[in-house]
């Protein structure tokens, strides 16, 4: 009964920290379906304005609160957990630097909880803090995505033979195929100054592509994300996210994540999990990015 309870706690927690988005969701979606129709309906000049409108700081990538289990294998105590995201970015100018782009910093804390064992110990906490350059992508005044250049830290805090860090250039790219679906690419090139993990790159990748469907009341969404895994052969991490909103005035969705592959964690990163999970999620105004 107390573990069910510290459960019940934390979604109202983790749906608490960003009630204050809903106040702008609906009038920033209303602004991006419009801002990405087919129809040129806004010069660069309106489009460049609606984002910088936008909130300085806001989410960065989906946050959420999930419990599951393994499909591969019996679940257990010890098997079975909770797993939450916070992410958040503070935008520090506007898109009036050169190339219209904009400089922000981000956020990123992901965290493994064994709430089923006895003391429901914290398995692995990752930190991810970064700095960032986005440009938008505006082609006959119509916005269409944008590209971003991240200097990106994740780390779990440990120490001696626990310890798991790394550092990345990040380039990656998110475009619009229509007010329903974006696609995203990104890669990176790593700095390990890590000897616990000088062979991620076999087990986190050297990039990522992800599609993101929306449906256009925005109730129901749902993503895939492909992690290919260092060497030639057919090797990859997978992500599925299916979302449903369960009032339509929040910004809150019922959230299903089946995760398939290594590198979930930094602790476990050389092992193969396939887990799913089942809880919250709140989502940034747009599109997700992953």
Same mark, same amino acid.
């Given at each position: ?11 109202? !927690?983790? +749906? #608490? =920290? ?5 106040? /702008? ?9 419009? @801002? ?47 797993? !939450?995201? +916070? #992410? =958040? ?5 506007? /898109? ?9 910093? @981000? ?184």
């Amino acid at each position: 009964m107390n573990k069910f309870l510290v459960l019940i706690l934390g979604l109202f !927690f983790n +749906l #608490s =920290i960003f009630a204050q988005e809903k106040e /702008s969701t609906n009038k920033i979606i209303a602004l991006y379906e419009k @801002m990405s129709s087919r129809r040129p309906m806004f010069n660069a000049d309106s489009v460049r304005r609606v984002i910088d409108n936008r909130p300085y700081f806001t989410m960065f990538k989906d946050n959420y609160f999930l419990g599951g289990f393994p499909v591969n294998k019996q679940p257990t105590d010890m098997n079975s957990d909770v797993k !939450f995201q +916070l #992410s =958040i970015s503070q935008r520090i100018t506007k /898109s009036k630097l050169p190339f219209d782009t904009y400089l922000f910093i @981000m956020y990123t804390q992901k965290a493994f909880w064994n709430v089923f064992q006895e003391s429901m110990p914290m398995h692995d906490l990752n930190f991810n803090p970064g700095i960032g350059l986005a440009h938008l992508i505006i082609h006959e005044n119509r916005y269409i995505g944008k590209a971003m250049l991240l200097l990106e830290h994740e780390s779990n805090g440990k120490d001696s033979i626990w310890s798991r860090s790394w550092n990345k250039i990040t380039l990656g790219a998110s475009v619009l195929v229509n007010k329903n679906l974006e696609l995203q690419l990104k890669t990176w090139i790593p700095i390990i100054d890590s000897d616990n993990n000088r062979d991620i790159l076999n087990y986190a990748g050297i990039f990522q592509f992800s599609a993101d469907f929306m449906t256009t009341n925005r109730n129901f969404s749902a993503a895939a994300i492909i992690t290919k895994r260092q060497g030639w052969n057919m090797n990859f991490n997978t992500v599925v996210e299916l979302s449903y909103k369960f009032r339509k005035k929040e910004n809150q969705y019922f959230f299903l994540q089946y995760y398939n592959g290594y590198a979930e964690n930094l602790l476990d990163y050389n092992k193969f999990k396939s887990m799913l999970r089942l809880g919250f999620v709140i989502k940034p105004t747009d599109f997700s990015f992953f």
